[in-house]
């Protein structure tokens, strides 16, 4: 009746499909991927890897790969901030309209990066297929359906049409703002829509490096640009250089317009050198939308990125945002699938995911806003740094325990000091001789990290995961202990006394806390660790 069984298929092969594949690979979980595109990305898009989507990597074992790409130090790049000008040629008068917090060695392990999406997709899909992805190209998903039991689905190859039908336990929609997977289960969408039209222009000009003077940056716009403020962006660190120019459908424009000879004319418009060599390498039209899908789980089927919410480019959250979906959902699954955590733990998925899909959708219109000078006070008050909004997010769902219901996804500060529903903070630690980061700790298991005086913590979690069958580990962290904090207090960045104690999911969010030692830790925890893992409500 099936021509192939998996344990989940993933319709998508960009960064958030094969992040996904990748992810449950190395929990262990097998998967297939369907991908229509002949091959993996050949232009350089989404170039900028934030810091936690770094985090992710090391998590992983894949951030030396990812980090071997980048060329040079791209870190410049990011310091320099999104910059105006009238043209590129007058770069000495340019003004700093952003200068975005992206990270920091009290904030994260990891830096930010620039890379291409033509880079990193090999990487991704060379690691996904050696962790049990069976990665399938030139094919896209024709039908869906499920039951109680998993979903039944109908692949087709884009040349032959030879069609297979694919019976799975999960099925992953990472297939776009497009998504099949989201229009066939009628999901529907929330936002402000099509807020603009643009087209993303590929292209060599060398003099523009003379033209910059070494002047690097994350954007950089330029008024002077023929009827629209165009962007450039050479983040990934190599040709071609990307120029994105709005066009007006609501005045008759098109994309067809836009020849060849007009996009050299408004490379050179807005490079002031009316003579400069440009070569088009390519162009692709596109929306900046802001859409949020109202489900991110329908069942056995669950949305990541595009597929579930969609925004301007302003912050570059897009594929990052779409890769955090893609960690968030593959430890959950995997849980589920070893049978060591409940279906309530999936239902966290779209608790949490969706509300930093629909805040950070927020984000991404405040600066589009403010950067084309659409922006009132209101609007510019809303805005929070960049760091925040990509790394100092807050969750909240069922799995969480001590998490307000007013909590806010986001705060105007950047506050990561153990509270339940936020990344566990990053401490530097000596193990054995080894330097390591907390971060470090959090893969496969729940960890529970205790002071010294919070030994009765550390015991009490082995007998409540033993009794519920969920993977544990436990450390003293202090003098005497399993590790030791080198670089600042670890007790006091986590918020706990000297016999307090943190549980950490395998996603590095704080799960629950208890600043001090309490008189029946056993209760306690027993009840803790089964909310964690959906096991009970």
């Known amino acids: 009746m099936y021509d192939v069984k998996v344990p989940v298929l993933i319709v998508g092969g960009g960064p958030v499909g094969l992040s996904t594949a990748l992810f449950l690979g190395r929990h262990g979980v097998n998967t297939m991927l369907v991908e229509k595109r002949g091959a993996t990305s050949t232009l350089p898009r989404a170039p900028g890897l934030q810091a936690r989507t770094m985090e992710l990597f090391r998590a992983a074992g894949l951030q030396p790969d990812i980090r071997a790409l980048e060329m040079g130090d791209s870190h410049a790049y990011f310091e320099g901030g999104i910059i105006q000008v009238r043209t590129f040629a007058e770069i000495d008068d340019a003004i700093t309209v952003e200068a975005p917090s992206l990270d920091g060695p009290r904030v994260s392990p990891e830096r930010v990066m620039g890379c291409g999406q033509d880079r990193y997709e090999k990487v991704l899909v060379a690691k996904a297929g050696e962790n049990g992805c069976d990665v399938q190209f030139e094919t896209r998903l024709i039908d869906v359906k499920q039951d109680d039991e998993g979903v039944t689905a109908v692949i087709e190859h884009v040349e032959t049409f030879e069609r297979k039908t694919v019976r799975a336990d999960y099925l992953v929609g990472a297939d776009g703002a497009g998504s099949f997977t989201r229009r066939a289960l009628k999901v529907k969408r929330d936002g402000r829509g099509t807020v603009f039209n643009a087209l993303s222009i590929y292209f060599r000009a060398p003099e523009l490096e003379d033209l910059f003077k070494g002047r690097k940056f994350i954007l950089c716009y330029a008024t002077a640009a023929p009827g629209t403020l165009m962007g450039l962006s050479r983040l990934h660190g190599c040709d071609p250089w990307l120029a994105a120019p709005i066009y007006f459908p609501d005045k008759g424009e098109k994309p067809s317009d836009f020849t060849d000879e007009r996009c050299i004319d408004i490379v050179r418009t807005a490079a002031g050198k009316a003579d400069m060599h440009v070569e088009i390498m390519d162009k692709v039209p596109w929306e900046g939308a802001q859409l949020v899908a109202e489900r991110f789980r329908i069942g056995r089927v669950f949305l990541a990125g595009d597929a579930g919410h969609v925004h301007p480019p302003a912050g570059g959250f897009g594929a990052n945002t ?15 699938l070893k049978g060591w955590a409940g279906d309530a733990l999936l239902d966290s998925y779209d608790a949490e995911r969706r509300g930093v899909g629909e805040a950070m959708a927020e984000q991404a219109m405040v600066r589009n806003r403010i950067r084309h000078g659409h922006a009132d ?22 799995a969480l325990i001590g998490v ?56 009490a979690a082995e007998r409540a995961a033993k009794e519920a069958g969920v993977p ?66």
Do not use: C
């Open 472 to 537: 544990l580990k436990a450390y003293i962290v202090g003098q005497g202990g399993d590790l030791t904090a080198t670089d600042w207090d670890w007790a006091q960045t986590y918020g706990l006394t000297n016999t307090g104690a943190v549980l950490v999911r395998p996603d590095a969010f704080v799960a629950w806390r208890s600043p001090e030692l309490v008189e029946d830790p056993d209760a306690v925890l027993g009840d803790v660790v089964a909310r964690a893992a959906g096991l009970k409500g």
């Open 404 to 459: 307000e219901a007013d909590a806010p996804t986001l705060t105007p500060q950047l506050t990561l000091t153990g509270q339940p529903g936020t990344r566990a903070p990053h401490v530097w630690l000596d193990r054995d001789g080894e330097r390591i980061s907390t971060i470090d700790l959090f893969w496969d298991s729940f960890v529970l990290l205790a002071a010294p005086g919070g030994e009765a913590w550390a015991d």
């Open 322 to 336: 779409g890769i955090h979906d893609a960690h968030n959902l593959a430890w959950k699954l995997a849980a589920v």
């Open 377 to 398: 006070e209101e609007t510019t008050r809303k805005m929070v740094d960049d760091i925040i909004v990509t790394l100092g997010y807050r969750y909240k769902s069922d």
